[in-house]
């Protein structure tokens, strides 16, 4: 069997637990609501600061919704010991782990799609000038985020205190992901190309993303296997 | 042995710090544009590099567990670590103070000052990992891949945020005598930074020790 | 010829503590070892290693001469442990497909149909494994772990907590499986079960071997003479 279907495997089967009982994503879904019309308490959406705080206000929902899909990524496992079920499998740790990532990856990127119209709705902006860019740009964010997340999810997946210790890892880490898609976000939703000005941030989040999906690929299986 | 090694090296720091600050305080005159304050630069600059290579020895201990397998490198490690977490914080309230007086406000996000709240915050998460799981061997596996992980960030946080903003003082060419002074600090805060890793690493020997005598007494049981 | 499996001077260190010391076994294919002791005594400790869910401190575990973490050996080696590790929200047959997928079975829909059958348990095959009762998840629990028909079999306290049927089924299938020479290795606390499978029998007290060899029959006849023979005096 060969990796990439290990790795599909894997992947169809998170999803298809999560969606059929959709405790993570529903709670993903409320909380980002939420925190769109708490922000919109704590700033006043005139026009022009809407566009400038735009990138961070979609990242910061985008982060703390998420980390609650996130965080039950590996933590799923533990139920009727079936990471141990895994880790027996002949499934290499990286299969497991990219498996658990794309899966990851597109509840996290349904999450988005909803949370943009509402935002859009909320804030009174069109953010969809510059689509495209935007969406690669979402998707090279959200996947930086969702390495960290996954990666730390495997990291604390037997410690006691696993909830209070992912948020606490994962965000000061992603730090670098976290500004080059605010810089990059902020720049598109106001409608300007990609330019020259903003590649440098596009540099970092590819470079970002290269270099954890590498480390994590490395780390996985010895982190998991006692 | 390391006791003796530990006072020697205590004595040695105490009279290098005696000489210096006769140094810092007496001999090298007010500088142009900051008055007496710009001193505090010759404690603060040199936190920073203290941290920075405690950290890098944190994350050689690190690898050399993840290789190896023997508890002691994440002795060291833990031990290192919190040593320069105390030297980074150092080299934030000496930069914070200088900032109050010359600039007028406690803090600005600007690039160097952000990286090292970040690194802080990193490597505080690093230690509160490191504290919360009981049993040894564990313990030490997660540390140890979660601290690289912290160190590979470390520059990236440091060259994005540098992008980002600055409005730190740029590196600037000193006089001779004023980076002597510089230099001769730097050794001796190294030097006191062996010491509080020495201090760390026998409280953290101990601890092991007493875990491993539990463990046979309960085995026992 | 190779053994099944072997341990060769394995020890395994929490910490500082030695909770294996100095583990030599050797297990001929075809033989089914029951492991004996004490709780605290290292039979978890030891199988977890055996089946590639920990490293030894030091030493080396093998299974047919290679490696306990290789990928190819995983796919023939069968672990049923203290949980029952099928998720509860996929339903039997999801749950015997996606393992017969791992282990890179021809053909895991039939595979699965196949186990299901032989466990009782065709006619929930769509049940959700969250609304079985215990027996059942015991029984599909016994299907996941022999789906691949694996050659080695490592079973931690398999007898515990088990209802009749499950017994039944588990005892039928570990039959079935000697007789076709499958090696197995299972730690026990029911000594009547395990020893009248058993052809070896090995007594681990406080992480050391203390006895290590054929299963007699003043064994089957008393239980306890192990344990008053070689196991711990207090």
């Known amino acids: 069997m060969s990796f990439w279907s290990q790795t599909a495997t894997i992947l169809m089967k998170d999803l298809r637990a999560e969606l059929r009982s959709k405790e993570a994503i529903n709670a993903s879904f409320s909380f980002a609501l939420v925190i769109l019309l708490l922000f919109s308490f704590a700033f006043d959406p005139s026009e022009e600061t809407t566009r400038e705080i735009s990138g961070g206000l979609l990242w910061i929902v985008f982060v703390f919704a998420g980390a609650l899909i996130l965080n039950r990524s590996f933590a799923r496992e533990l139920p009727n010991d079936c990471l141990d079920a895994l880790i027996a499998a002949p499934l290499p740790g990286s299969a497991l782990f990219l498996g658990k990532a794309l899966a990851n990856l597109a509840l996290l990127m349904a999450v988005e799609a909803v949370c943009f119209p509402v935002f859009g709705i909320f804030y009174n902006v069109n953010w969809t000038r510059q689509f495209w860019p935007l969406l690669l740009v979402v998707a090279l964010g959200t996947w930086g985020f969702t390495v960290i997340g996954t990666m730390f999810s495997a990291l604390t997946v037997n410690i006691r205190l696993r909830e209070v210790m992912l948020p606490l890892l994962v965000y000061p880490t992603m730090i670098p992901c976290l500004m080059s898609a605010m810089k990059l976000s902020a720049h598109l939703v106001g409608g300007e190309p990609l330019d020259s000005d903003v590649m440098v941030w596009m540099k970092f989040l590819i470079g970002f993303d290269v270099i954890y999906t590498c480390l994590s690929l490395m780390l996985v299986e010895m982190v998991l296997v006692g | ?221 | 010829m190779t053994p099944a499996v072997a341990a060769e001077d394995v020890w395994k260190y929490y910490g500082d503590y030695p909770a294996l010391r100095e583990i030599k076994l050797a297990v001929e294919p075809g033989s089914c070892v029951a492991l004996l002791g004490r709780n605290g005594a290292g039979k978890t400790t030891l199988l977890r290693i055996i089946a590639g869910f920990s490293k030894t401190g030091k030493g080396r575990v093998s299974i047919f001469g290679k490696d306990a973490r290789d990928t190819e050996t995983r796919r023939r080696v069968g672990v049923l442990g203290h949980g029952i590790s099928v998720y509860e929200e996929l339903t039997a047959y999801e749950n015997l497909m996606l393992f017969g997928r791992l282990y890179g079975l021809e053909n895991p829909a039939r595979s699965a149909m196949e186990w299901l059958d032989r466990t009782g348990l065709a006619r929930v095959r769509d049940g959700l494994v969250r609304e079985f009762s215990r027996g059942m998840r015991q029984r599909l629990a016994v299907a996941r772990a022999f789906l691949h028909n694996p050659e080695v079999l490592l079973l931690d306290e398999p007898f515990t907590a088990l209802d009749d049927r499950a017994i039944a089924v588990l005892q039928t299938v570990l039959r079935e499986a000697l007789a076709r020479r499958c090696t197995i290795v299972l730690s026990t606390h029911q000594l009547r079960e395990a020893l009248e499978l058993a052809t070896h029998v090995a007594l681990l007290t406080r992480g050391s071997l203390a006895y290590h060899g054929e299963r007699t029959a003043e064994m089957l006849s008393d239980p306890g003479w192990l344990y008053a023979r070689y196991g711990e005096s207090s």
């Open chain 2, 1 to 221: 042995m390391r006791e003796k090694l530990m006072y020697f090296l205590g004595a040695v720091v105490a009279i290098l710090f005696v000489r210096n600050l006769y140094v810092i305080l007496n001999v090298l005159p007010d500088e142009a544009n900051q008055g007496a304050m710009y001193r505090i630069m010759f404690f603060h600059i040199p936190s920073w590099w203290t941290a920075g290579l405690a950290l890098m020895l944190s994350a050689g201990t690190s690898v050399a567990y993840l290789r190896t397998g023997k508890l002691k490198y994440d002795t060291i490690s833990v031990s290192v670590t919190e040593v320069a977490v105390v030297f980074l914080f150092i080299g934030l309230t000496t930069g914070m103070i200088w900032a109050r007086i010359i600039w007028g406000i406690w803090w600005t996000w600007d690039a160097r000052l952000t990286s090292a709240f970040v690194c802080v915050l990193l490597y505080g998460g690093y230690l509160i990992l490191h504290n919360g799981i009981a049993e040894p061997t564990q313990r030490a596996k997660i540390s140890a891949a979660f601290n690289l992980f912290a160190f590979a960030d470390v520059p990236i946080v440091w060259y994005s945020i540098r992008f980002w903003r600055t409005q730190h003082p740029q590196p600037m060419t000193l006089p001779p005598d004023m980076w002597s002074a510089l230099l001769w600090n730097w050794l001796t805060l190294i030097l006191l930074m062996t010491i509080f890793i020495l201090l760390r690493l026998r409280q953290e020997e101990a601890r092991r020790d007493i875990d491993g005598l539990r463990r046979l007494v309960h085995a026992h049981a």
